[in-house]
């Protein structure tokens, strides 16, 4: 298995709902990664984990949580979002966070806060 | 804070031209540059360059990076209406920052049959 699975493929939420996105990877991966994606725009990074811990947090809003439960799992927990919240949320993975042999993208949610 | 530019950012051929498409880096213990394109959802690898003046080749693909510089190049000759899609460069750093992508803002290619 060499792919990065995400779910759901589009989610519409209202501002006042919580949803979560989830990814999953089976390929022993022990670094994983959320980005955010804006129209016409290159991927944003927000958080990385590394080993089920938290590295990187860039500055990201508490309205987007993210949570590690194991090392192939990588959730991003969404509360009280915004209209502008509204893009393409890629995650990714790499066998570590030096990314020797790559970094592998999962095919995104399309979110749209409504 | 670390910039990766690329251009053009936008280029419209047809069927059989070759281009190229450039990506300048500044950034802060760099690691490596990435080449990923991205057609509708997930950027899909290409290549992953670390030494300088080493080129790596896919098929009609070709990509070389100048550390000295602070560039890179990606080639792709004859091309075809299936590279039609967005072309990004993203570096790796080191350090704190240890992990982080950061992107380019994308080449948008067009393959006219």
């Known amino acids: 298995d060499t792919e990065v699975t995400q779910t759901p493929k589009h989610l519409v939420m209202g501002m006042t709902n919580k949803k979560s996105l989830k990814c999953e990877q089976h390929m022993g991966h022990r670094a994983m990664y959320w980005y955010k994606q804006k129209a016409k725009k290159p991927p944003e990074l927000m958080f990385v984990y590394s080993y089920e811990k938290l590295s990187i947090n860039e500055s990201v809003p508490s309205r987007f949580s993210p949570e590690c439960p194991n090392s192939s799992l990588l959730n991003l927990h969404l509360h009280a979002l915004q209209p502008e919240d509204s893009a393409l949320y890629l995650c990714?993975?790499?066998?570590?966070?030096?990314?020797?042999?790559?970094?592998?993208f999962g095919s995104g949610t399309r979110l749209t806060v409504v | 804070e670390d910039k990766v530019v690329q251009s053009p950012l936008s280029l419209v051929v047809h069927e059989g031209d070759t281009v190229t498409l450039n990506c300048s880096y500044e950034?802060?213990?760099?690691?490596?540059l990435l080449w990923y394109k991205q057609e509708k959802k997930a950027p899909t690898f290409l290549f992953m360059l670390?030494?300088?003046?080493i080129e790596k080749k896919s098929g009609r693909l070709s990509s070389i990076l100048d550390k000295k510089e602070l560039f890179s190049i990606l080639n792709i000759t004859a091309t075809q209406t299936g590279d039609s899609a967005v072309y990004l460069c993203?570096?790796?750093?080191?350090?704190?920052?240890?992990?982080?992508?950061?992107f380019g803002q994308g080449t948008i290619l067009t393959v006219h049959p």
């Open positions: 670390t030494s300088s003046g």
């Open positions: 990714a993975s790499s066998q570590d966070r030096a990314g020797i042999y790559g970094y592998t």
């Open positions: 950034v802060t213990n760099f690691r490596s």
């Open positions: 993203a570096t790796v750093a080191g350090g704190t920052s240890y992990g982080k992508l950061t």
